[in-house]
């Protein structure tokens, strides 16, 4: 029997996150759930929005079964679209309309829709991503027949290193993926980093005499602490697409909804969103699900309680530098990245797990020794996990 080997790779052997989340599940039934400390997926555990589900209840005493469950346009209800465009201008001064935005299943089919709508099928166009970055990022390139670059990113504060960059783009350069708030160092890429990484980037279209494009990936633009401003690519660099889902903003990942944005000012916007459509056409990602493209369009500006995320992260990062690890604090996103604590991160992954800690080892994220810890959990779960923590650390002393 003939079959495709790549896709029987895939899915014979799924991510290191999946794995660890597998496994959490059937050890919770073996020890109880409450015994392990489970950092794995980034599964948010604050609830939705009560604007949320009262947008849901609304919808179905009085919207008809056509607009809640029937097809809507294959980009997505025109109505969705226009509260969206709305709601990025008085946001970010875009200037989109809503036949620049295109409704998807999540961040994923949209960099999906977009990495195809890119790149050339023949292949040999490289995307540039940032280390330390998302690891379906690789599969999602390379499914589109593009080639993954990684940049390294300057040591101890994970900004991008801007002379790695430039080093890193050469006539090949097709797509360049921004992630901030970061996943999966939970770092807030400054504006400084953006304006330079920008710069660079119109510099080198200039001397290719070709686009370049930059894609955000920003399904945790929402999710910052302290005020800190994550900027918005649009407004640095004309050739740039917005992938966004709601599926952290407004704690929804099993719904699958997002979508992409086009910038007006890029080169040839209307054909590229035509080539947005056509991706998606070509991958079968059309028609987003329809309740939850009416019930998007409701809860725009609503927006769930990260002070308990907040509250996770100074716990985790206050008792375990106490302990000895080493972190960068992170500015968004529910996620700390902590240096092992020995150069093999996945032994060290296998230490943690004799103390029923399970946390990502991220050799797989694009840099060596260090894991990530997804504190999207309950408060129970970080308390109950913080002596383990501990004794580990002290086991590593020894």
Known sequence: MKYNEKMYGLGSKRSIIREIFEYSKARAKEIGAENVYDFSLGNPSVPAPNDVNDAIRELLDTESSVLLHGYTSAQGDLGVRTAISN?????????????????????????????????????????????????????????????????????????????????????????????????????????????????????????????????????????????????????????????????????????????????????????????????????????????????IKRCLNAKVNIEAYKENRDLLYDNLTEYGYECVKPDGAFYLFVKALEPDAYKFYEAAKKHEILVVPCDDFGVNGYVRIAYCTSKETVLGALPAFKALAEEYKK
């Open 87 to 295: 709601n990025i201008n008085e946001r970010f001064g875009a200037e989109i309309n809503p036949n620049l935005i295109y409704m998807t299943c999540g961040a994923a089919a949209s960099l999906s829709i977009c990495l195809k709508a890119v790149f050339d099928e023949k292949g040999g166009e490289e995307c540039i991503v940032f280390a330390p970055f998302f690891t379906e990022y690789r599969v999602f390139i390379e499914n589109a027949g593009g080639k993954i670059v990684v940049s390294k990113p300057q040591e101890k504060t994970f900004q991008v290193d801007i002379a790695d960059f430039e080093s890193k783009i050469s006539e090949n350069t097709k797509a360049v993926i921004v992630n901030s708030p970061n996943n999966p160092s939970g770092v807030v890429y400054s504006e400084e980093t953006i304006k330079a990484l920008c710069e660079v980037l119109n510099r080198k279209q200039k001397e290719y005499g070709k686009v370049i494009y930059l894609i955000a990936d920003e399904p945790y633009r929402e999710l910052v602490y302290s005020g800190v401003d994550v900027p918005y690519l649009m407004n640095y660099y004309d050739n740039t697409l917005v992938c966004y889902s709601y599926s952290k903003s407004l704690s929804l990942p099993g719904e699958r909804i997002g979508y992409i944005a086009v910038n007006p000012k890029m080169q040839d916007a209307e054909k590229i969103y035509l080539c947005v459509c056509g991706a998606g056409r070509s991958l079968g990602y059309v028609c987003a699900p329809s309740l939850f493209q009416q019930v």
